[in-house]
């Protein structure tokens, strides 16, 4: 099982353009998550899905979108990237339990 | 407003040096305490969870704690492999996290 697939690894942007950070996960999960990572900052949450069809905001939203068509793959999308959004990315699964399984995250520069 | 704050933000020992890392917080309605471990360039990893104060979890080197306002996490004669960010999160209303410790154990 390779558990949580981030893709990519790592990307540079220019500041407007957009881009789809892939989260892809093979054990079955009805609860994913996403979230940045800031320097000297805490884990802070984008977007989370209970389950395919469903999605919420998180802390912070502003900028992103995502969708859950089904229960492998949790997409972010950043439209009209800006320097602010500079961070790295996780993406995360949950059975339930509230013990969080995470990717290997995406390293996002926003030049 | 929920938090969640860790301390010291970094931490050098030498090996076999014994040591505490804090992480206390201020949350409504706690459901749960959890640590993780994270390796440069790769995503957290789950330790454990605390439910309740005075509760205790081991795992090889690792102990935690939890009381009703901070968790400790007591390394005992920790090993360089023991070198990582150590992140503290809290769920009470949403799932909180620490900014974490940078732990570095030197041989």
């Known amino acids: 099982n390779a558990g949580v697939t981030q893709t990519p690894k790592f990307r540079i942007l220019k500041i407007g353009q957009s881009m789809t950070l892939q989260c892809t996960q093979d054990?079955?999960?009805?609860?994913m998550y996403w979230y940045r990572q800031d320097p000297g900052m805490g884990l802070k949450l984008i977007y989370y899905s209970v389950g395919a069809g469903i999605t919420d905001k998180g802390e912070v939203p502003n900028g992103y979108n995502v969708s859950r068509s089904t229960t492998e793959d949790f997409p972010l999308r950043l439209e009209l990237a800006a320097p602010s959004q500079t961070s790295v990315y996780f993406c995360a699964t949950e059975t339930g339990t509230e013990k969080l399984f995470f990717g290997s995250g995406t390293q996002l520069s926003v030049l | 407003e929920d938090q969640v704050t860790q301390s010291p933000e970094a931490l050098r020992l030498q090996e076999g040096e014994s040591s505490s890392l804090n992480c206390s917080y201020t949350v409504s309605g706690l459901r749960g305490l959890f640590w993780y471990r994270q390796d440069p360039g790769k995503g957290p990893e789950f330790l454990f969870t605390?439910?309740?104060a005075g509760e205790e979890k081991e795992k090889e080197r690792l102990k935690a704690t939890l009381t009703k306002k901070e968790s400790f996490l007591h390394i005992t004669a920790p090993k360089p492999e023991d070198s990582a960010t150590y992140l503290c999160a809290v769920q009470a209303k949403d799932m909180r996290f620490g900014a974490g410790t940078r732990l570095t154990v030197k041989p």
């Open positions: 605390l439910y309740s």
């Open positions: 054990m079955n999960h009805n609860y």
